[in-house]
């Protein structure tokens, strides 16, 4: 915790993090936002000017003020991202669920056209020198390469992130700089004046323009989500910096635009971009444009890697596999999502071809994901007891903004933004059918009164007539009261085949709002025969019940709290530790009547979801050879309710 505590302080190491780690997608954008508003339009004063006026309000207003003056604050034990967030204002509103799920759902619809668009617009730079190089399969081949290595882990590579995003931005704003002393009354396209001209222009479709200028801040929500690995201030500081170098960017670029004022120019063959390079300049800036997109790439995968990990956690998304390839804190690889967005990006790229028509489908996913955060983060606000008036001014600034933003986007439905929110709506459902079917499962699980079998479970545990099934007897439990227990875990015990131990052990665990909480209570139900223990843990931290368990019943050993030896004579004598068992009761749904259409239809959604995840005792990391599953039907409809009629021969 203590090397996590030091990443929330101001330094010089957590600053080149910072830029290495989160501005990767708001860093690529100077590659393509000028070349998607002027599109295939003439070259005008107002376009230009109007241009960089909205790009420059909409970075202050949007990622500034929004994301790193107000959302940064909403942090959860020094973590960021959508979850964090939804696990801090859950308990009050229980309707947060949704746009968690859609927020959720919508970023990693965008990390699957990121890569793609950002790694295409830099590779096309050698289009005007290699008039004949065909850029989809280089594209391709860098995105294939990018997952092949997540495996290995990125935190060798990740060291050099942040020295070369330095000299990306340093770059960038050198060469605006250069632009800008050609002309500098430029400056005056930060006035607001020209944006609003702009978009109240006849001459223009307003919303086609907002749809492009949106793409300057699209990596906002990932200055949030990475708080926990960079902290507050070092992301506020650095951003200072990146804005800095972005905005002479786009006035450098803006200064080359109206140096061919009036023309109809092919952006895509020369993107202002790569034109304010001096030529001897041009293969070096295409290299380190490459790699920065990369980059930007990484920072989007490892994203959506604890993107998922929290959401398995928060029961929103299947269990599935997590490998913590390095060491570093934050560091995880899921091998599903990973192969999932590899395909969704090599589709991307072959579908669109190239960075263009790629801007059509960019942006629209994204808008949604920030009309999601506002939502959460004035219910935040509202939590910290900020004045109703100020809150209440944040939504609606920020609903309008982004609402306009969202209709500007609507406009790229067809053109491919159709692409993102179709993954986004398949995302969406896997989610909510997770969420829901979870809930209707519970609603017929039923639980009793743990202390009427006290008596019976010492008696049993005793009885010698009985077989001994196991010397400790571990039961996963899913009751929330140290009084209550599921009666199928009952049934298991003294009716499927009667169950003679030791000790019986009833594990519960509880997914707390805190992400790196480490905490279990015992309850010794019966003092040696009967024990709890609950363990509270953070939805970032991994749910390994056998090691967990194991260090628990250490503990409990080394106190003299709980005796583990053997019982039978000939080991009892050499004090040899009895074995361990556990029981994981799977919970069949049997054919009922009484669930709705909508209810059979996410409950049959479910088994097959089901199928394909990581099963309950892999989820928990629990040790196969001691494990036994049990299957139990859930009894939706109650005996009695079952009408037949005997006959007599």
């Known amino acids: 915790m203590s090397q996590h505590k030091d990443l929330q302080k101001l330094t010089a190491a957590g600053l080149l993090i910072s830029l290495g780690i989160i501005y990767g997608d708001i860093g690529t954008s100077p590659l393509y936002v000028f070349k998607a508003i002027v599109g295939s339009q003439h070259i005008s004063d107002i376009l230009v000017l109007g241009g960089v006026s909205c790009i420059f309000w909409t970075l202050t207003l949007q990622t500034t003020l929004k994301y790193v003056v107000i959302t940064l604050r909403a942090d959860n034990k020094g973590e960021g991202g959508i979850f964090s967030l939804f696990s801090l204002v859950r308990r009050k509103a229980k309707w947060l669920i949704i746009p968690a799920i859609v927020g959720g759902c919508a970023l990693l619809a965008d990390g699957i056209i990121t890569p793609p668009i950002t790694i295409s617009a830099a590779v096309e730079g050698l289009v005007p020198q290699f008039p004949h190089l065909h850029t989809v399969p280089v594209v391709i081949a860098i995105i294939g390469g990018l997952f092949i290595i997540q495996q290995f882990g990125s935190s060798m590579v990740g060291k050099a992130f942040g020295p070369i995003m330095f000299v990306w931005f340093t770059m960038m704003g050198v060469l605006g700089i250069t632009y800008i002393v050609q002309d500098p009354t430029i400056i005056r396209a930060l006035n607001p004046y020209y944006a609003f001209k702009l978009l109240t222009s006849n001459h223009y479709h307003a919303f086609i323009i907002l749809g492009a200028v949106f793409l300057c801040t699209t990596g906002a929500e990932a200055l949030y989500s990475d708080l926990g690995h960079c ?16 905005i002479l960017n786009y006035l450098g670029q803006a200064v080359w635009l109206l140096q061919h004022n009036g023309q109809l120019l092919n952006l895509n063959l020369l993107n202002p971009f790569y034109q304010i390079m001096p030529g001897w300049f041009l293969n070096f800036g295409i290299g380190v444009a490459t790699v920065a997109a990369i980059i930007a790439s990484q920072a989007l995968i490892s994203g959506s890697f604890t993107l998922i990990a929290e959401a398995v956690r928060l029961n929103l998304w299947p269990k599935v596999k997590i490998h913590y390839p390095s060491e570093q804190k ?20 072959m579908l669109f071809k190239h960075s263009d028509k790629m801007e059509a489908a960019y942006g629209l996913s994204i808008t ?38 969202l209709y500007g986007n609507l406009n790229k439905f067809v053109d491919g933004g159709w692409f993102t929110l179709s993954i986004g709506a398949i995302l969406f459902s896997v989610m909510w059918t997770w969420h829901t079917a979870r809930k209707i499962r519970n609603r017929y699980v039923k639980f009793v009164e743990i202390d009427d079998y006290y008596n019976i479970l010492k008696e049993l545990s005793e009885d010698e007539t009985v077989p001994k099934y196991a010397s400790q007897l571990v039961y996963l439990t899913s009751a929330n009261f140290n009084s209550e227990v599921e009666s199928k875990i009952i049934y298991s015990i003294l009716q499927k085949q009667p169950k003679r131990a030791d000790v019986y052990w ?11 909480k480490k905490e279990y209570e015992v309850d010794f139900l019966v003092p040696n025969k009967l024990i709890r223990i609950d ?24 106190n003299g709290e709980v005796d583990i030896t053997s019982s039978y004579k000939s080991l009892n004598k050499h004090k040899i530790v009895g074995d361990f068992r556990f029981v994981v009761i799977e919970k069949v749904l049997s054919r009922s009547h009484n669930l709705t259409f909508y209810e059979k239809a996410i409950m049959a959604f479910y088994g097959y979801l089901k199928k394909i995840s990581l099963s309950e005792e892999r989820g928990f990391g629990l040790d196969l050879s001691f494990v036994t599953i049990e299957k139990v039907p859930l009894m939706l409809a109650a005996p009695e309710s079952v009408e037949i009629t005997r006959v007599t021969v």
């Not at 902290?231 to 972005?246: A, D, E, M, P």
């Open 368 to 405: 949604v994901a920030m009309l999601m955060t506002t939502i959460l983060v004035s219910r935040f606000l509202r939590r910290k007891k900020v004045p109703n008036y100020m809150v209440n001014a944040f939504l609606v600034i920020y609903i309008l903004i982004e609402g306009t933003f």
């Open 231 to 246: 902290g507050r201030q070092n992301i506020q500081i650095s951003w200072v910096y990146v804005k800095t170098c972005l």
């Open 330 to 349: 934050g560091q995880l690889y899921v091998s599903s999502v990973n192969w999932l967005l590899c395909a969704g990006c090599i589709g991307v790229v």
């Open 506 to 516: 009833l594990v519960h665990v509880d997914v707390v709002d805190e992400p790196y």
């Open 535 to 558: 363990f509270k843990l953070g939805f970032r931290i991994e749910q390994q019940i056998n090691l967990l368990f194991r260090r628990v019943v250490e503990d409990l050993v080394k």
